[in-house]
């Protein structure tokens, strides 16, 4: 073997690590208690990188008589198990645009509001919004909430 194809050879390994540290997974993450519930869907690399995800939420407050959903865009860079990232979030037709650090906790994220644990994905997403009131579908120019409430 010639020194060349020898130091070729010997590279290969190094340039698949390089390839591999920078691609992403799709992962998901739930958050959910007694009022809320929702799924984040992130492209998260394994290493340092890009961040690119959508979450979809609800609250169901009966005790409160509130109800409503929101969805949100996610952008940003990983860095070790930080996350900086810009969160469009789309809540009853008003936009707002919040940048965050979040953190990677024993493969958990914690936001700066929530604590979402990894699930699988299809399964989320069959299973995420049972408890969002039927009326909560509707024409929104209302808000998400019935007269009464």
């Known amino acids: 073997m010639t020194p060349i194809a020898f130091r070729l050879l010997m590279s290969l390994p190094l340039c698949l690590c390089v390839a591999t540290a920078a691609d992403a997974a799709e992962q998901c993450f739930q958050h959910k208690n007694d009022t809320t519930n929702a799924l984040m869907m992130l492209d998260l690399p394994d290493g340092d990188g890009d961040v690119i995800g959508v979450e979809t939420g609800a609250v169901n407050d009966v005790k409160e008589g509130y109800a409503t959903s929101w969805d949100s865009t996610i952008t940003g860079k990983r860095k070790g198990n930080r996350l900086d990232v810009k969160v469009e979030i789309t809540i009853e037709g008003d ?17 700066d509001r929530n604590h979402y644990e990894p699930t699988d994905c299809e399964a989320a997403e069959n299973s995420s919004f049972d408890n969002v009131p039927e009326h909560a579908s509707e024409d929104i120019s209302r808000g998400h909430c019935e007269e009464k409430e």
């Open 95 to 111: 936009k707002q645009v919040e940048k965050q650090t979040w953190r990677i906790e024993n493969g958990a994220i914690v936001t």
